[in-house]
């Protein structure tokens, strides 16, 4: 005959095990969510930046020319030209607002690069030597820094994979073919 205590054993094994099962639904749900959230965020910066103004402000911040700082700020700056101004802001907070999204671990590397990719690693090296005069001249060391964070974190990612790329310097800008 089966006792009392063995029965009680029994019931709590059971429920225990329900407990586990429970939980682990509960963390896997979690991880489910997380992914998914992430994706959304990744889709929704991609939408804003890929829309038909997105990409026109894209290529006139790629057909931006300078020899100099002090040219760069005649051309550019934002005392001269508050529309290129506006432009460049408008790219440089998007990769630096996912630069402190990816520090702090609300985005995933692998997924951003999946996202956005290189497109980031030409964009930094198109601007960093920008940036690092206006930290020095106007904003302070921290200036784009998530930026230049982010960048980096791509640049690993894509090292990680055995991607050995690095944009030619006429990339951002149209060279005719020699052949024609």
């Known amino acids: ?38 994706a959304q965020l990744l889709n929704s910066i991609q939408r804003d930046i890929s829309d038909y103004q997105g990409w026109l402000r894209g290529r006139e911040l ?10 760069f700020e005649r051309k ?12 460049r802001l408008t790219n440089w907070y998007w990769q630096n607002n996912l630069g402190v999204m990816l520090k702090q671990r609300l985005v995933d590397e692998d997924m951003v690069y999946d996202t956005f990719g290189s497109s980031i690693i ?18 302070g060391p921290n200036w784009m820094d998530h930026f230049e964070y982010l960048a980096n974190r791509m640049k690993n990612v894509q ?22």
């Not at 550019?76 to 101004?85: L, R, W």
């Not at 030409?122 to 904003?139: A, D, G």
């Not at 690095?166 to 020699?178: G, I, M, Q, R």
């Open 159 to 180: 090292k990680k994979r055995g991607i050995s790329w690095e944009p030619k310097e006429t990339l951002l800008s149209y060279v005719p073919d020699a052949k024609n």
């Open 1 to 38: 005959m089966v006792d009392l205590a063995e029965i009680q054993a029994a019931y709590y094994m059971v429920a225990a095990t329900g407990v586990l099962v429970a939980a682990i639904y509960y963390i896997m749900s979690l991880r489910n969510n997380n992914k998914t959230r992430q």
């Open 122 to 139: 030409i964009s930094w090296i198109q601007w960093e030597t920008i940036i690092k005069e206006q930290r020095v001249r106007y904003m």
């Open 76 to 87: 550019y700056g934002s005392d001269n030209n508050p529309t290129a101004y506006a432009m």
């Open 62 to 71: 790629s057909y931006m020319k300078w020899s100099s700082y002090d040219d």
